[in-house]
């Protein structure tokens, strides 16, 4: 019997730590998720410093006081710019999401939608982009739609291919303000034939940095690629080269490294001002795929 007993007191020891190990694990998961929205934001609030304790000092989050772990985000009307990371969707205890009034864009992750213990978001007064956000039957999304650029519907094939080069560039407002809805051919410095094919993308002098997207390459009625005197980096995508209409490609005067690809003999390419030929740091080598 006694036996019995101390081997149900070793079970429940036992039990009482693997749980503790999970809520320690989870609220590990859930500052490296604000970590994450930190990166993300262009000026994030000044409480939040390296080294704080995201359920202590850093403003606008909330905690659980038994679990230790993140159930409310209040940024609301922060001057907050910047995008959402996709580990925000590792908040698996987060019921409160308010981000309205801010200068956000970007897409919102999908994942959000499925935190199961959401139950109010408010995005509203943002530069949001791309598809409408789904969430839960449960969720309160009054303050969610009002002010972003979502697309009415699905989007169209151009948008989801121009949002990607967007992505690269990292959701610049200068280009949120008017890659918005659903009809390219309305975007700022985006210029279309009658048929609606992006026939012309002519972003030089943009204040652009990032990376060039290898979406480009999906737009395939493309005629001329403007994108000189801005402060992009990593590679040209070869993928570029496979562009059939392409007449005009000039990236000359950014950051730009690695190897010039060899573009078909029509194509005139203007590529002076770059450091090609030097190597690329790690950063600047990830591609949007």
């Given amino acids: 019997m006694a036996a019995t007993t101390q081997e149900s007191t070793t079970a429940v020891t036992l039990l009482l730590l693997a749980c503790y190990c999970c809520l320690l694990a989870a609220s590990s998961a859930d500052a490296d998720a604000i970590a994450d929205l930190a990166r993300s934001l262009a000026r994030p609030p000044p409480s939040w410093t390296a080294g704080g304790d995201v359920c202590s000092s850093f403003k606008g989050i909330s905690c659980s006081s038994s679990s230790g772990r993140v159930t409310a985000i209040d940024l609301a009307g922060m001057g907050l710019a910047g995008t959402l990371p996709t580990s925000l969707s590792s908040l698996t205890a987060l019921e409160s999401l308010q981000l309205a009034g801010n200068a956000l864009s970007g897409m919102v992750p999908?994942?959000?939608?499925?935190?199961?213990?959401?139950?109010?978001?408010s995005l509203s007064g943002n530069y949001l982009q791309g598809p409408v956000p789904r969430f839960a039957a449960g969720v309160a999304t009054d303050d969610v739609f009002a002010g972003n650029g979502f697309c009415p519907g699905q989007c169209d094939a151009q948008v989801t291919i121009l949002l990607q080069v967007a992505e690269g560039f990292g959701y610049p407002l200068s280009l949120a303000r008017s890659w918005r809805g659903n009809d390219p051919c309305r975007w700022?410095?985006?210029?279309?034939?009658?048929?609606g094919d992006v026939a012309m993308i002519l972003l030089y002098d943009a204040n652009l940095s990032g990376t060039i997207s290898p979406a480009i390459a999906h737009l395939t009625q493309l005629r001329r690629l403007e994108l000189s005197n801005n402060s992009l980096a990593g590679e040209i995508p070869e993928s570029?080269?496979?562009?059939?209409?392409?007449?005009?490609?000039?990236?000359?005067?950014?950051?730009?490294?690695?190897?010039?690809?060899?573009?078909?003999?029509?194509?005139r390419v203007l590529s002076d001002g770059?450091?090609?030929g030097d190597e690329p740091p790690p950063s600047s080598r990830s591609v949007i795929l």
């Fill in 188 to 195: 700022y410095r985006v210029f279309c034939y009658k048929s």
């Fill in 240 to 267: 570029l080269t496979t562009l059939p209409n392409l007449e005009l490609l000039d990236v000359s005067n950014n950051m730009l490294t690695g190897q010039l690809p060899k573009f078909n003999a029509s194509v």
């Fill in 274 to 276: 770059n450091r090609f």
């Fill in 110 to 121: 999908p994942g959000l939608g499925e935190i199961p213990s959401l139950r109010n978001i």
